[in-house]
């Protein structure tokens, strides 16, 4: 032990200045954890505290309430597309047009067959007779893409072009 003692007193300005050193190395640490935490304290405030004096928690609630409004939102127009969805299946969707020449003594195809359906190739066919002295018009209702009356060779190709021309894929 007196061995110790002789050598920190012969070496007491060394040992000062290692701890010296090292006191200097902690404050210059100090000092620069202090800045961090400074900054990350003024970037925490700014994140709980709003312009207009509103809590992280006020901007929180405000956030779900957008969220509850857009859900709701959401499913108002989920509820308007399956309305519109079967409107559009009800709509005029396929189209079949023949146009023909029913009389030897007219010329350029005056007459026609039209076919208009729907999404269940439910609809209408129309024919147009057209002739030197009238022109009559027939129609005749389409279920499933047949009709319960005759059909003209022309209705009938209006029909299957409304049916096959405009099958989806």
Not at 8 to 34: D, K, M, P, R, Y
Not at 144 to 150: E, L, R, T, V, W
């Amino acid at each position: 032990m007196s061995d110790l003692n002789r050598l920190l007193t012969e070496n007491l300005g060394l040992a000062f200045g290692v701890l010296a050193a090292l006191v200097l190395l902690l404050l210059i640490g100090f000092i620069v954890q202090s800045a961090r935490l400074g900054r990350a304290v003024r970037t925490y405030r700014e994140l709980v505290r709003d312009g207009e004096g509103g809590t992280l928690h006020d901007r929180l609630v405000g956030s779900a309430e957008q969220a509850v409004k857009a859900t709701d939102r959401m499913r108002e127009m989920e509820a308007m597309h399956q309305v519109i969805e079967a409107r559009t299946r009800r709509s005029l969707q396929h189209i079949g047009l023949v146009r023909f020449n029913p009389f030897e003594d007219t010329g350029s195809d005056q007459s026609f067959a039209i076919a208009l359906l729907d999404d269940q190739r439910d609809g209408v066919v129309m024919s147009s007779l057209h002739g030197r002295s009238n022109t009559r018009l027939f129609a005749k209702p389409v279920a499933d893409g047949s009709s319960s009356h005759n059909l003209s060779d022309e209705e009938a190709q209006a029909i299957r072009i409304a049916v096959e021309g405009t099958r989806p894929g």
